[in-house]
């Protein structure tokens, strides 16, 4: 299904994006530190610098890599219930939790406090009951090793998780413990390959460098057929240049870059394309994801991404640069979901996140996942016959006549949005209900789902055992 | 017409203040051919041509560009007096080592840090990038700063802040340690037995040159 939309960037404006970052990669070329890699771009036709570090990629071949990515992607879950497919079947969307977060919010309290590895846990029950959220992404755990942290995140995560995951490595040591616990969730490598249950988000190192641990990522993902999240987050007026196209410009290329990689290292590895815009905000010099210039990058990446490149599409879909669940979050996300929704991206990452992806709130993911929900009943264009324009009942509208007691009302009384979270209530009734607003309904309904759905493990005893046996080797190999 | 000291000092001041670098240098250089001190020039033009910049910028009256601009102009005057500054009784405010962490190679924090702390007066000996806590220490036994500063962008990095804190502590390295980037906070800072954090640039300035002040007291 078509997905309504708008069009930031006219054609002619995504075409000149797209050809300015195939010439950049051709007349700049980026920097692969991977010796490995950079002989196997060289034997592709990139020019190599002297250096051994600096490639050039031909137009040629990078029309290539992009005309050949596979256009659709295949996430899986643990359940097969959740196996989920980008672009989605209906033309909308799916969203993925934040990563990387290192704080947490506490439900009850409010207070902020470091992230445990207890939260994983948490996270990966409610996203499992949180409708709109199509795959998990594993936070920043404060109280393990910290070299070792991915590991020990990720290996919670699969282990209860009934949805797809999102590896993020933070070494490149780390990449073949991560990929293991993969397939040990999975059933096994040859299962990891028929069924992938994890992607790898991989990054480049703006500006127009790519790291060892990255361009590792790349190969190894593509030996068990785990999709890629090619990913590249320039800050406006940081890493890249203060004015958004040219740093949607910088995204672009990099992304194209890595789908170059991802074509030569490991071809027919799927890749989803995922421009994470900042801001540096010129005042303080703090990184910003929600600001309206993000926000419009974020818009115009996909853009290019999608309708000038063809390939699916990720980026921050919720988010905000408050560090608390406040009025400015919800006014944040709810912007960035419409819009980073209708500039037509598959997936809206970043639920739960605050503080531009630093700190996570399961209270805000609850929130999240109803704005989320409303954007995609948005998106959903409706037909324009004569059942959705009540012709028949229009015809015969006697003067003073309402619509609410007809048939067509009572086929229909039931197919628009209804908000959990949200409240409707008139004064009286919300006095007399003790004012309960958004965050007290949210956290009523977080409350809820962990009572209903506790956290608990999607695999059995003697594959956790062996899961752990690979954490505590990882530990012993990589932390010392 | 023959201005005065005053006068000249101020012309210095409003050519930082206007990030005019050439200017600055320019006038710096005829400053000391008029036979003014390094010492006065540094301190009635260059640093407190700086002292109003961190001001502003704390007011938000001014943007991070335009500050390291005008840090660029100090420094371009600052040169002018390096070759006299041997010479004179004008000493550097100190000396502060920064680097970013083992593993993180995000220094444009860093290297705003390093132009203000130049703007600031002090002496900056930088290490650069991916910085492992023995060639932290390697260099503190060369250079023996007084402020040692240490960044980090990655959640995934500040381990290391606290491994450098604690081998320098180890060996007993006894002037400041400062801490900052965007995942840092005061609280890490002290978890982690740093001396200090500071938010921003004209911050973390502010602190150094105050623990130098307190190092001298």
């Known amino acids: ?480 | 017409m023959v201005e005065d000291l005053e006068t000249r000092l101020d012309a210095i001041y409003e050519a930082v203040l206007a990030y005019e670098a050439g200017r600055t240098a320019e006038l710096v250089r005829r400053e000391t051919e008029h036979g003014t001190s390094c010492q006065q020039i540094l301190a009635d033009a260059l640093i407190a041509a700086m002292d109003e910049v961190g001001d502003q910028f704390a007011e938000g009256r001014l943007f991070v560009p335009e500050m390291l601009m005008a840090a660029k102009a100090m420094k371009a005057g600052l040169e002018m007096l390096r070759p006299l500054l041997g010479a004179s009784d004008a000493k550097p405010v100190g000396t502060i080592m920064i680097g970013t962490v083992h593993k993180d190679l995000h220094d444009i924090g860093k290297n705003l840090v390093g132009m203000m702390m130049e703007g600031g007066g002090l002496k900056v000996i930088d290490l650069g990038v991916d910085v492992p806590p023995d060639r932290f220490l390697a260099a503190a036994r060369e250079h023996r700063p007084d402020v040692i500063g240490l960044s980090a962008l990655l959640t995934t990095t500040m381990p290391n802040m606290r491994k450098t804190v604690e081998m320098l502590r180890g060996v007993g390295y006894n002037g400041r340690i400062l801490v900052g980037g965007a995942p840092v906070n005061a609280a890490f800072a002290e978890a982690i037995g740093a001396d200090g954090f500071a938010p921003d640039a004209p911050g973390a300035v502010k602190l150094a040159r105050k623990f130098i002040g307190a190092a001298e007291a």
């Open chain 1, 1 to 480: 299904m078509r997905r309504p939309g708008f069009a930031y960037l006219d054609d002619e404006r995504v075409e000149e994006l797209r050809r300015r970052a195939i010439a950049m990669l051709d007349r700049h070329g980026v920097v692969v530190n991977h010796p490995e890699a950079v002989a196997k771009l060289g034997a592709a036709g990139c020019k190599l610098d002297t250096d051994g570090r600096r490639v050039r990629i031909p137009p040629e071949l990078t029309e290539q890599a992009v005309r050949l990515a596979p256009r659709a992607v295949s996430l899986c879950g643990k359940d097969e219930r959740h196996d989920l497919r980008l672009p989605r079947g209906d033309g909308t969307f799916w969203m993925r939790t934040g990563t990387g977060a290192h704080g947490y919010i506490e439900p009850d309290t409010g207070d902020y406090r470091k992230l445990r590895l207890e939260d994983v846990r948490t996270i990966a029950a409610l996203s499992g009951a949180l409708s709109e959220v199509g795959f998990v992404a594993h936070p920043f755990v404060n109280d393990v090793p910290e070299v070792t942290a991915d590991i020990h995140g990720l290996g919670t995560l699969l282990a209860h998780s009934v949805k797809h995951v999102w590896i993020q490595p933070y070494g490149t040591e780390n990449i073949a413990y991560l990929l293991r616990l993969a397939a040990l969730a999975a059933g096994g490598e040859a299962e990891l390959r028929a069924r992938p249950i994890a992607s790898c988000i991989v990054c480049s190192f703006t500006p127009l460098e790519f790291k060892a641990m990255d361009v590792e990522a790349v190969i190894q993902c593509s030996r068990f057929g785990v999709p890629i999240h090619a990913c590249s987050l320039p800050t406006a007026g940081g890493t890249a240049p203060v004015t958004m196209p040219g740093t949607v410009l910088m995204a672009t290329a990099e992304i194209l870059a890595m789908v170059v990689l991802a074509h030569v290292l490991g071809p027919g590895t799927p890749v989803i394309a995922t421009p994470l815009i900042f801001c540096l905000d010129m005042r303080s010099g703090r990184s910003l994801q929600s600001s309206v210039e993000a926000l419009a990058g974020a818009s115009m990446a996909v853009q290019v991404m999608k309708r000038g490149c063809g390939l699916p599409t990720h980026t921050y879909g919720a988010g905000s640069d408050t560090p608390d669940i406040d009025g400015q979050s919800q006014a944040e996300r709810a912007l960035i979901a419409f819009l980073v929704g209708l500039a037509g991206a598959d997936v809206l990452g970043g639920v739960g996140q605050l503080e531009c992806a630093t700190v996570f709130s399961p209270v805000q993911a609850v929130i999240d996942n109803e704005i989320g929900a409303m954007a995609r009943s948005y998106l959903r264009t409706p037909a324009v016959d004569d059942e959705s324009l009540a012709w028949g009942d229009l015809l015969q509208l006697d003067p003073g006549g309402n619509f609410l007691a007809t048939e067509h009302t009572l086929r229909h009384c039931r197919t628009g949005f209804a908000p959990a979270a949200f409240t409707r209530q008139a004064r009286d009734a919300y006095d007399a209900g003790g004012r309960r607003d958004l965050l007290a309904q949210a956290r009523d309904m977080l409350a809820e789902i962990l009572r209903t759905y506790p956290p608990q493990p999607v695999v059995d005893a003697p594959t956790r055992a062996e899961m752990q046996r690979v954490v505590t080797a990882a530990d012993a190999k990589i932390a010392g």
